[in-house]
């Protein structure tokens, strides 16, 4: 099946210093990509949509100027946490729309990150 | 906005046994899918579902899916220890973008 891709796995770092998290769609393309942050025993929750070329779409209640996406080509988006703080630590997961697949959804491995 | 139902959100059972977790959603859907998560991981895909009456199995889990009743359902049968997970099912509407909404999860316990 199709690969979704997460860099780094698990990331600690100082309060008020950002995080970038990469997400890469390894065999396919994919002109939408989602972020997910999910809390322990929870569901996941959308917290943007990243189209290829175009400003992503944040849900609300979502910070768009905490968490900035950026979808630079068609295998890769980026989720940067600006000014971390304790309460962004979380489990950030990424998802990945195969349009030639009849829009299937790929999640990747998933990122922890952890903000002292 | 569309949601999605499962039930139960906890379930503890002996291994040999059979048990259906339910996930309901309140508008009409495009797909349903099912997904395994195990602790500390992230999402596995398991089904995918898209057409009215859709039954699909692989090994002890069956899913299927009735658009009429907004209703799909996931059986185990003589359930194993390995089968202990979370397991989500997913809606996507149909939207251009195709968007997930997902149930709140079912954590699956299979003890000896």
């Known amino acids: 099946g199709a690969v979704v891709s997460q860099h780094p796995s698990r990331v600690i770092c100082k309060s008020g210093t950002s995080v970038k998290i990469e997400c890469r769609s390894l065999?396919?393309?994919?002109?939408?990509m989602f972020w997910y942050r999910q809390f322990p025993k929870k569901s996941l929750m959308l917290m943007a949509t990243s189209n290829e070329g175009s400003k992503a779409t944040y849900e609300q209640g979502v910070e768009k100027d905490k968490f900035l996406i950026n979808h630079a080509s068609l295998t890769l988006s980026t989720l940067t946490v600006t000014s971390a703080h304790p309460e962004d630590s979380s489990f950030y997961i990424c998802?990945?729309?195969?349009?030639?697949?009849?829009?299937?959804?790929?999640f990747g491995p998933g990122t922890r990150l952890l903000v002292l | 906005e569309l949601k999605v139902e499962q039930n139960p959100l906890f379930l503890s059972m002996q291994e040999g046994k059979n048990y259906t977790i339910y996930c309901n959603y309140s508008t009409t859907s495009d797909r349903l899918y099912w997904y395994r998560q195990d602790p500390g991981k992230s999402l596995e895909s398991l089904f995918v579902l898209l057409s009215n009456g859709a039954v699909k199995q692989e090994g002890r889990l069956m899913a299927s899916l009735d658009t009429k009743a907004r209703l799909s359902t996931l059986h185990i049968t003589a359930a194993v220890h390995d089968l202990s997970a979370t397991y989500f099912c997913a809606v996507d509407r149909g939207s251009t973008l195709g968007r997930l909404y997902f149930g709140r999860g079912t954590q699956l316990t299979v003890w000896p």
């Open positions: 065999d396919f393309q994919a002109t939408t």
């Open positions: 998802s990945a729309r195969d349009s030639g697949r009849a829009g299937t959804q790929y």
